[in-house]
């Protein structure tokens, strides 16, 4: 089992930035990839970025540019840095662990961008 927390969510100004968090425990060792994906009401989940744990990184390419997915050596820590926010970023942040054959998701950190 692994267990994810998100943290850093908020509201903040358009063009602004946020740096979310992800902390994961349990099984971490087995985990090969991890990400961040949002969800508005009525839309499903999309992915924003993913990083495996061989570091590849890879972005939707409304974020490219913006965002950035990185995480901590131990690999219990991840982060999605958030620059040059846009109202259409309003969403809920999810993190995914990624293991064979199965994902684990947190709950979800609410990020909300004012006009």
Same mark, same amino acid.
């Given at each position: 089992?692994?267990?994810?927390?998100?943290?850093?969510?908020?509201?903040?100004?358009?063009?602004?930035?946020?740096?979310?968090?992800?902390?994961?425990?349990?099984?971490?060792?087995?985990?090969?990839?991890?990400?961040?994906?949002?969800?508005?009401?009525?839309?499903? *989940?999309?992915?924003?970025?993913?990083?495996?744990?061989?570091?590849?990184?890879? =972005?939707?390419?409304?974020?490219?540019?913006?965002?950035?997915?990185? *995480?901590?050596?131990?690999?219990?820590?991840? =982060?999605?840095?958030?620059?040059?926010?846009?109202?259409?970023?309003?969403?809920?942040? =999810?993190?995914?662990?990624?293991?064979?054959?199965?994902? =684990?998701?947190?709950?979800?950190?609410?990020?909300?961008?004012?006009?």
């Amino acid at each position: 089992q692994v267990q994810l927390v998100e943290s850093g969510g908020g509201l903040v100004q358009a063009g602004g930035s946020l740096r979310l968090s992800c902390a994961a425990s349990g099984s971490i060792i087995s985990i090969n990839a991890m990400g961040w994906y949002r969800q508005t009401p009525g839309k499903l *989940r999309e992915l924003v970025a993913r990083i495996t744990s061989g570091g590849s990184t890879n =972005y939707a390419d409304f974020v490219k540019g913006r965002f950035t997915i990185s *995480r901590d050596n131990a690999g219990n820590t991840m =982060y999605l840095q958030m620059n040059s926010l846009k109202p259409e970023d309003t969403a809920v942040y =999810y993190c995914k662990a990624e293991r064979v054959g199965t994902g =684990y998701w947190g709950r979800g950190t609410q990020v909300t961008v004012s006009s």
